[in-house]
């Protein structure tokens, strides 16, 4: 099957930005995601990207795509304890007449007072 | 408030005992998703079901059924449960265009089942 794959931990400082990094290898995905998962919580969407744009910016998030590359990245400027979460980034994929969701293994995200 | 519900949100189970995971939409989602979570391997996905009436097996669907009851309604079973198993659980649905329209985009997860077996 299609991989995702990004790094398993980051620690930052808060007022920092934090990077979080992802490649993928289906070339026909449409749509990434990033997802946020609070301890004990489900995973509840941050924002997307359609694959014809290179960047997107919400508030303090900025997600740049580089389509070439397959590589995916998140940051969130200004980061806050309550930040602190594992994020996983995921591709939709087609296969057949089904949309296949692959997400990565997930990134902690451990942020210092 | 519109979402994905799955019960029960915890269970213990000893080896060899069955159970069904319920999960209900009412988003008018026509594809279903259920993943198991484990430490360090991120989301693995069990079965789906592209829309009512079809299912298919995922990355790991070995030990498990399930069921596309109507097009709100996707359980999954375990009948005959093993401490390999033990996990977290998550039913999610997609967007019948399975793109983001509006507010209703991406994948909505339920808040999960946590399954022991013993």
């Known amino acids: 099957g299609e991989d995702v794959e990004q790094s398993l931990f980051l620690s930052v400082r808060e007022g920092d930005s934090s990077v979080i990094n992802c490649t993928y290898t289906d070339s026909s995905s449409t749509y990434l995601y990033w997802y946020k998962q609070e301890p004990g919580a489900g995973l509840q969407l941050l924002t997307y990207i359609f694959s014809n744009m290179d960047m997107k910016q919400d508030q303090r998030l900025t997600v740049l795509l580089n389509k070439k590359d397959k590589h995916l990245s998140l940051r969130i400027a200004d980061t806050q304890t309550g930040d602190s979460a594992i994020y996983f980034c995921a591709e939709k994929a087609r296969s057949g007449g089904s949309y296949i969701p692959t997400f990565g293994r997930g990134t902690s995200l451990i942020v210092h007072p | 408030n519109a979402g994905v519900t799955q019960t029960p949100k915890f269970q213990v189970l000893k080896t060899g005992q069955s159970m069904t995971l319920q999960c209900a939409q009412d988003?008018?989602?026509?594809?279903m998703y259920w993943y198991r979570q484990d430490p360090g391997m991120g989301l693995r996905l069990i079965y789906y079901?592209?829309?009512?009436?079809?299912?298919d097996k995922g990355e790991v669907p070995n030990g498990y059924n399930v069921s596309r009851l109507n097009k709100r309604e996707f359980s999954l079973r375990l009948e005959s449960a093993a401490p390999s198993q033990t996990s977290v659980y998550f039913c999610a649905s997609i967007h019948p265009r399975g793109r983001p329209v509006g507010d209703n985009y991406g994948y909505t997860f339920g808040s999960g089942t946590r399954l022991t077996v013993v």
């Open positions: 079901s592209a829309s009512e009436g079809t299912t």
């Open positions: 988003m008018n989602h026509n594809s």
